[in-house]
């Protein structure tokens, strides 16, 4: 009987004990059963009786188990080793990428503005500093009153292709008749290293030294 020489020959000595479970009409349906109620028994511990692989999971394997590799944390196809995707990515057709669909929040944070308006004063009235606003799109934040360093906390959303191709911006300087532009309008695009990193800064942008960008994955 092929079984029980198989059997035996891995657990020496048994064979007088197992032998009565033994059938010659086993289906390999049934097989990987047998084996563990024999285990059981025979007070054995369970063999495993296929690994997972290439040549039995077309999703990927976690602790020997066939997961369908569609998820987040257990990611991958073809029977190899699941992987966590990074915080920034997604699980796509069993592989850890950006999602263009994804929708992401982007603020901006704070800035650091020239000290002059190429030579003059920013304001003659209410403070000769700027009151920066920044537009994103055909939406913009509201203004930080007189000051070279402004900060803001209103964020925007965009999908990731939005962001990659670029969107619109421009920093303003809010005046009571006719705002000045701090900078020339431009297209802000960003790369899969910002998105990993939660975003980005721009600099020497018209007279805006500096300003730095947040980019939150909306869940
Ligand atoms: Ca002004
Ligand atoms: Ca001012």
Redesign the pocket.
Known sequence: MALAGWFNGRVPGLRALCIGHMTSRVSWVGLMALVTTLSSSCGLEAIPFLTCGPGNCTGCCEEGVCRSGADWAACGAGGAVCGACAPHEACMSQACGMDPAQVWVLTPVSAVIADT?NGST??DLGGPA??PYVRIGSLQTPEAADTWTPTWNAGFEFTALELFTGVSAQVM?S?AVS??SITPAGMLQFTEADFARGGTSFGNWGGVVSIDFALQRKQ
């Open positions: 308006n920013w304001d700027p009151d300087d005046d705002d000045d």
